[in-house]
């Protein structure tokens, strides 16, 4: 390598640079995964969308623990104040019942009953390890490092908007009050990411940190994406664990 590629390659990228290579991510987003691609052309059965619905609450129920981690190891009290919304968000508050149970909402809409979505009963362990390790991150990582990892946000609304334009014509059987979880996400997504934005644009300065926020931004896809290999295994291929015992 000459000297010349090997100091181009320590001079950090601009801002503008680093938040397009951020953005490059996208392709590795859990919507290009075949189990979406199925879900968002209307050509999953209704158990497994019973299974993705059932198996997402445990990720949403975890998503308010995981800021909370956040936020415990967070001295800066401005970005507290900020990021501080985010849980209010799901776990609700007076006049707002918030995200988790607009998801529940979405279970009973889609024939899972209250119960049993509560009880995780259908959550894959595959599933559970993977969000489990991502919890594991936010409370053990600086948390700079754990909220720039929420940036898969930067892709969400795109997801949230074809849901709410396709479903009710590919699903017709789900209940309108299911999609009112999508419909909060798409300006509370949106301005979520701007936040998480800024937190990363600000902290990580040099080349070496920048490419290991990548990193970071790529386990957390890993963690998504892994999530719908698991369910692809279980209500696609219908093997789901333990099924040739």
């Not at 949403?60 to 190891?73: E, V």
């Not at 809409?109 to 362990?125: F, N």
């Not at 990582?141 to 892709?155: D, K």
């Not at 334009?165 to 009050?177: A, L, R, S, T, V």
Request: aromatic share 12%.
């Amino acid at each position: 390598m000459s000297a010349e590629k090997k100091i181009s390659e320590q001079i950090p990228w601009t801002r503008e640079e680093f938040e397009q290579k951020l953005r490059d991510k996208e392709k590795y987003y859990h919507i290009h995964h075949e189990f979406h691609i199925l879900m968002n052309t209307g050509k999953l059965d209704k158990p497994a969308i019973q299974g993705w619905v059932a198996n997402r609450f445990y990720y949403q129920t975890t998503i308010p623990i995981k800021d909370a981690a956040i936020m415990a190891n967070c001295p800066d009290r401005d970005a507290r104040r900020k990021w501080v919304q985010r849980i209010i968000d799901h776990d609700g508050e007076e006049g707002d019942d918030g995200g988790i149970e607009a998801w529940l909402q979405l279970a009973e809409a889609v024939g899972l009953t209250r119960e049993e979505t509560l009880s995780y009963e259908h959550v894959l362990p595959g599933v559970r390890f993977a969000i489990d390790a991502y919890l594991n991150f936010a409370r053990r990582a600086p948390w700079q490092e754990a909220a720039s990892s929420s940036l898969t946000e930067l892709f969400a609304p795109k997801i949230h908007q074809k849901r709410l334009d396709k479903w009710p014509e590919y699903y017709p059987w789900i209940g309108e009050k299911g999609y009112s979880y999508f419909r909060k996400r798409l300006s509370e997504a949106r301005r979520d990411v701007q936040h998480g934005l800024d937190i990363t644009l600000d902290y990580y300065k040099t080349r070496e940190e920048q490419e290991r926020m990548l990193g970071i931004l790529q386990f957390k896809l890993d963690i998504l994406w892994t999530m719908l290999d698991c369910m692809w295994m279980a209500y696609i291929e219908n093997k789901p664990p333990y099924h040739n015992c």
